[in-house]
């Protein structure tokens, strides 16, 4: 018999006295951790299978179940931590590129955690939301630099084309494919009441959500999927992804296996093909080649729509958003290295791309020493945990921003970072019709803009504080934020001065 | 209506062409102007001169002549239509194209039918008459290429990496000898005359258009490329939790 180099990362702990046997975990886990044994009357769990997605706990009517780690540990070594030998021991059996979900889980800085925010005491005071009218709403685009006229003296209120939103806040790109229908029907429709935009990915837009094309933003890619005229037609704004911050020079590859009837219906791919979308735009070698495509999707759309041209924060962000901002496109999205992802090689996820709080910071700086910076507008995403995060992004530069996991937190799911096994026990990252039915949109929707409400509230709850009463005089405002903790490049980088200075 | 777009900028001449009522537009003395029928559908849009990049560009069912060479990205992501080109083109000629036919009558450039794609009813042509440089049909994923080599009888009409990363759809080379250097996921044999049947109405139809003959072309030696597998970037990847 083969040994087993590792041990399972999680074990089960069934408490006997409360399982009534009930085996609602046996029916509920895709992973097939338990079973009912009927020969001796038993539940039998096999944690090696168990994720921890913490589906059966949920469901568990007597509280019987906890998932705990294993408390069965390797020789404690600070440099090979178990995960690394456990890697090791994985590839050595195998041969494979190691795959991951969701974002870097690497202990580097966060740097949100590292940035106060002001409030104002006796002078300047502050405001109360709710008591005081206080503005959230944003728009994304070019802002003219000044103010135009008609040959009859009246004002030219002819302005290029805009994304109006409620509250700074989107629903970052997930592809139909890497999530469920449900999980998409519960963005778009959470967006149209919150009068936000949702993103749809890669994958192309199911036709039963055209519906909710003002409120959609339509991604296009290397591979193009499902991209057409109806489909540029039906978004607010169309973004060009360029990278993702998940894996940042990695392409997308949606397996054969995965694209199903209506995922290759929507994609327009046939079913079973894989589905490729390579890390370049081979038609894009330049900021030339990338100004021709933002105004080849300008031509296609009549000019009528915002052009968002979405990178991975990389080292030279700043340069390479200074050529964005020159290449026409209105909107820049910044995907940091904390961003999720339903799947991504796990070396490129752990240590390619830099934390989206410095991007920003850079970015902002450099096309305002540019004098470009009112030719577009910046949207971060790679990990916005809170609205708390929102105020700090904005107040480093940020237009508005993108929340993907936070928004799939909201629709159940436990971050238990296994998306590529297609396994999903909430219903989100899965396309098992048995699983994609336990997420009802009709809750899943509601609970985004439960939590989308109640952001906004804070927001301007913290916004109140500093005696700000629109997100427009707080965005790049960095005398509101203050380091603690932090290093002179750090503070440098950032914009901000450090605690108590 | 006839279009004249000396000295107007690719923004205003194809303001004025989607603004033209007329099925039928006439677009003269064209000098590197893009986008021209960028989206058009129902239009039959003829060109003299030479059209810049992204020419037909998303192109919805619409016909777009020209009478002299195309540049880059003609037919990008185009999704049903025809683009007849009396001359050669450059670059990735029908990135992602769905549907529709591209006839060139001379060279292309590198890329040619790049990310193509077919879907159902949806099955994209390219029909290039002389030679086409490196890359062509890269990630094909389905749909036909047929480069005819007119007029470089002694020497493979494609350039290198013919066919990397394609995984669906065909690619047909009349040519004496197979291209050089093809990527393990692309097979390679000598089309026969039921293979031949596959391409003889785009065939024909290059030849009405340019006036060849189609009986002796499809007479000659093609070489028909298609993916090994279903999968070419199945890699074994390990799962890691």
Redesign the interface.
């Known amino acids: 018999m083969a040994l087993n180099y590792y041990q399972p990362?999680y074990e089960v702990i069934r408490d006997k006295d409360r399982c009534i046997k009930c085996q609602a975990c046996a029916r509920q886990c895709a992973n097939e951790v338990h079973r009912y044994d009927g020969e001796y009357d038993v539940m039998i769990s096999d944690s090696k299978s168990c994720?921890d997605c913490q589906r059966c706990v949920a469901i568990c009517p007597t509280g019987a179940l906890k998932i705990a780690n294993n408390p069965n540990t390797f020789r404690e070594n600070a440099n090979w931590s178990s995960q690394i030998m456990t890697?090791v021991y994985?590839?050595a059996?195998?041969?494979?590129?190691?795959?991951?979900a969701m974002g870097n889980p690497k202990e580097y800085p966060v740097y949100w955690d590292k940035i106060l925010l002001n409030a104002s005491q006796v002078t300047n005071p502050p405001i109360d939301p709710l008591r005081e009218p206080m503005e959230t709403k944003v728009f994304l685009g070019k802002k003219p630099k000044n103010v135009k006229f008609n040959k009859d003296g009246s004002v030219n209120t002819d302005l290029p084309p805009t994304l109006e939103l409620s509250t700074p806040i989107m629903f970052s790109a997930m592809s139909y494919g890497s999530i469920s229908k449900n999980a998409h029907e519960s963005l778009a429709r959470a967006a149209t009441e919150l009068g936000i935009c949702y993103n749809t990915g890669e994958g192309g837009l199911h036709k039963d959500f055209y519906k909710y094309g003002p409120n959609t933003i339509v991604q296009?890619a290397?591979?193009?999927f499902g991209?057409?005229?109806d489909y540029?037609d039906a978004g607010a704004a169309v973004e060009i992804k360029m990278g993702q911050g998940a894996k940042p020079g990695i392409g997308g590859?949606l397996?054969?296996a995965k694209i199903l009837e209506d995922i290759?219906r929507t994609r327009?791919?046939?079913m079973?093909?894989?589905a490729?979308s390579?890390a370049p735009h081979?038609?894009i070698y330049s900021i030339e080649d990338l100004r021709?495509l933002v105004?080849?999707l300008k031509?296609?759309?009549?000019y009528k729509k915002p052009i968002i041209v979405k990178i991975a924060a990389v080292h030279n962000v700043a340069a390479i958003a200074s050529g964005i901002a020159r290449s026409g496109a209105d909107i820049i999205a910044i995907d940091g290295y904390r961003g999720g992802t339903g799947a991504a090689p796990?070396r490129i996820r752990d240590n390619v791309g830099i934390p989206i709080e410095l991007a920003l910071a850079s970015v902002d700086q450099r096309l305002r020493d540019e004098g470009i910076r009112n030719e577009v507008s910046i949207v971060i995403a790679g990990s916005v945990r809170s609205s708390a995060d929102v105020v700090k992004a904005i107040a480093l530069g940020a237009d508005a921003v993108y929340i993907g996991t936070a928004a799939l937190l909201a629709l159940g799911c436990h971050l238990?970072?296994?998306c590529?096994?297609g396994k999903c026990n909430w219903g989100i990252a899965t396309q098992r019709p048995d699983l994609v039915k336990r997420l009802n949109p009709e809750i899943g929707y509601k609970r985004l803009v439960n939590l989308v409400h109640a952001w906004d509230h804070e927001i301007k709850e913290m916004m109140g504080g500093m005696g700000i009463n629109s997100v427009e005089a707080l965005r790049g405002n960095r005398l509101m934020l203050r380091g603690i903790g932090l290093t002179d490049t750090e503070l440098e980088v950032l914009g901000i001065r450090h605690a108590g200075q | 209506m006839v279009i004249n777009a000396e000295e107007v900028g690719y923004f205003d001449l194809n303001r004025k062409i989607i603004g033209c009522d007329d099925d039928e537009i006439k677009v003269e003395n064209v000098m590197g102007q893009r986008y021209v029928g960028c989206g058009a559908s129902g239009k039959k849009i003829t060109v003299e001169g030479i059209p810049g990049n992204a020419l037909g560009a998303y192109l919805d069912g619409s016909t777009i002549t020209v009478y002299g060479n195309a540049q880059d990205a003609i037919g990008d992501t185009m999704n049903d239509g025809e683009i007849i080109v009396h001359g050669s083109c450059g670059d990735t000629t029908g990135y992602a194209m769905r549907s529709g036919k591209i006839y060139i009558k001379g060279n292309a450039g590198y890329r040619v039918g790049i990310h193509m794609k077919e879907y159902k009813e949806l099955y994209p042509k390219i029909i290039i008459g002389g030679k086409v440089g490196d890359f062509l049909g890269e990630y094909q994923a389905g749909g036909i290429i047929v480069v005819l080599g007119i007029g470089c009888e002694n020497d493979v009409p494609v350039g290198s990496f013919c066919g990397t990363g394609m995984h669906g759809g065909y690619i047909f080379i009349r040519s004496d000898q197979p291209p050089r250097g093809l990527p393990i996921q692309v097979c390679c044999e000598t089309a026969d005359d039921s293979d031949k049947e596959l391409i003889k109405e785009y065939v024909e139809e290059f030849c009405a258009n340019f006036g060849y003959n189609a009986k002796e072309l499809l007479s000659s030696r093609f070489y028909k490329l298609t993916p090994n597998t279903a999968s070419p970037y199945k890699q074994l990847y390990t799962e890691n939790l």
């Open positions: 990362l994720v890697e994985k590839q059996e195998t041969g494979g590129v190691l795959l991951s296009v290397s591979g193009r991209v057409f005229r540029l590859h397996p054969g290759s327009m791919i046939p079973g093909t894989d490729i390579p081979h038609d021709q105004f080849s031509e296609a759309t009549g796990t238990c970072r296994s590529q096994t």
